[in-house]
């Protein structure tokens, strides 16, 4: 049972948007910025944002993110099938004093 | 550019012990956090230990804690994870990564933005 809760699948179509939602509290989200990673089929993750809403450099602009109250969001347009993927959202936890991880959500471009 | 290649992974019995390595290549390894994170077959995510640029301060997760100790040789720009009284619940890839980590003052914000390879670990008699 992850501290963050994702849901465990979305699906769009190749040029549509998706967006991935990343659920927590106070304690967590609520009050500390969040990244978020891409992990292809038997590779490493990838870094894709990081607090909150920046991206680094090597991640397109199709990429970003955003928080409202416990909730974060990474947005996805243009949908490729190379987007296929588990994408996972990160955050500290000031109570747990510990990195917590949402469960991943596994894309599907359909 | 930077490089993170783990080793030591393996075959381990229910109760032993293994070392992994991480040797880090292409950054001024002694000005980073780094982090171990675990997946394990099929799962998601998992994270493991964070240490501080000079070792002096480490975290660790509730699952680990006291079985599991992080070190890092900054002469050798190497960090390492010893690894205690395995159980099958272990049995993962295990990454290093480079980490940003702020959370002294809210908001607090941490992200790993190079990862190895991975090594695998499997417990299993």
């Known amino acids: 049972q992850s501290v963050l809760t994702q849901p465990p699948s979305v699906s769009a179509a190749p040029g549509q948007k998706v967006t991935i939602s990343c659920s927590g509290s106070?304690?967590?989200?609520?009050?500390?910025?969040v990244s978020w990673y891409q992990q292809r089929s038997g590779t490493a993750p990838k870094l894709l944002i990081y607090?909150?809403?920046k991206r680094p450099s090597g991640s397109p602009d199709r990429f970003s993110g955003s928080k409202s109250g416990t909730s974060a969001t990474l947005g996805i347009t243009g949908l490729q099938t190379g987007d296929e993927a588990d994408y996972y959202c990160?955050?500290?936890?000031?109570?747990?004093?510990?990195?917590?991880f949402g469960g991943g959500t596994k894309l599907t471009v359909l | 550019q930077v490089q993170l290649v783990e080793s030591g992974g393996g075959l381990v019995r229910p109760g032993g012990s293994l070392r992994l390595s991480c040797a880090a290549t292409g950054f001024p390894f002694s000005d980073y956090f780094m982090t171990w994170i675990r997946q394990a077959p099929g799962k998601g995510l998992e994270w493991v230990s964070s240490t501080s640029p000079n070792g002096m301060t480490t975290y660790y997760a509730d699952s680990v804690k006291g079985r599991f100790t992080v070190h890092r040789d900054n002469a050798k720009n190497s960090l390492n994870l010893q690894m205690n009284s395995l159980g099958a619940e272990d049995t993962a890839i295990y990454y290093c990564a480079r980490t940003f980590i702020s959370i002294v003052l809210p908001p607090a914000a941490i992200h790993f933005d190079y990862w190895g390879q991975g090594a695998l670990v499997t417990v299993s008699s």
């Open positions: 990160v955050t500290w936890d000031s109570s747990l004093s510990a990195v917590v």
């Open positions: 607090d909150t809403n």
């Open positions: 106070s304690s967590n989200i609520g009050n500390n910025d």
